[in-house]
């Protein structure tokens, strides 16, 4: 598509619950980038792909966090036994080259 | 490690002024250097980079930033802004190798006042 396209814009969950969202790069791109935004705060990095390889998950929070792209193209965040502190946006950024991300609009991610 | 400041967390200015967003980061490698603007509900624009050669860089809607490497520095300007700029701008690094994650700034509100 023309853009990064990221599903669903918001999602409210109760705490425990598990969730998965999802992130359509722009066609081709090969580097996909997971990021977490709180309330007020600049986007904190979370995970990275090159194509179907995760090359650093250094910044997933936890071991409830767990993202995939298993053919090198749509990706899934998924948060198991979400918390409060879970609450953010979450945002996902391709790339075909170093040179600037391209960001979806995010997904909010409220838990309740 | 790198780390990203922003030194103002808001800046009021009234519409045509001019204005300046100050930006200063930590590396101890090479970096690649970019401002993005974020309106409310939405994903992060990109508005200019630096990545190597000239280091006044010019962006889209009119902004521009200067990479001062001995200040380690990348202030955004626009000598005239209007009621449309008003939004979240944010400074971001990343390495230039590896996964060129980013490491961003606190973020910079914009508030333009007729």
């Known amino acids: 598509g023309a853009g990064v396209s990221q599903s669903p814009r918001y999602k409210v969950a109760k705490r425990g619950q598990d969730v998965a969202l999802r992130c359509d790069p722009i066609s081709g791109h090969v580097s996909l980038f997971w990021y977490q935004q709180a309330l007020g705060q600049g986007p904190e990095f979370l995970t990275y792909f090159q194509n179907e390889a995760q090359l650093d998950k250094s910044g997933l929070p936890s071991d409830r966090f767990f993202a995939e792209r298993p053919e090198g193209s749509v990706s899934t965040l998924k948060i198991q036994r979400t918390q409060q502190e879970d609450s953010a946006v979450y945002l996902c950024a391709s790339s075909l080259a170093a040179g600037g991300y391209t960001f979806g609009s995010g997904t909010r991610l409220t838990v309740v | 490690a790198q780390s990203v400041t922003q030194l103002d967390s808001q800046v009021p200015v009234f519409e045509e002024a001019p204005v300046e967003l100050r930006c200063n980061y930590s590396?101890?490698?090479?970096?690649?250097l970019f401002w993005y603007v974020q309106y409310p509900n939405q994903g992060l624009q990109l508005l200019l980079k630096?990545?190597?050669?000239?280091?006044l860089v010019k962006g889209i809607n009119g902004f521009e930033a200067e990479f001062n490497k001995s200040q380690t520095s990348f202030h955004l300007r626009k000598p005239s802004v209007h009621i449309s700029d008003t939004a979240e701008y944010f400074c971001?690094?990343?390495?230039?190798?590896?996964?060129?994650?980013?490491?961003f700034g606190t973020g910079t509100r914009l508030k333009v006042l007729a």
């Open positions: 630096y990545l190597s050669g000239s280091t």
């Open positions: 590396s101890s490698v090479s970096v690649y």
């Open positions: 971001a690094v990343s390495s230039t190798s590896g996964t060129y994650k980013y490491i």
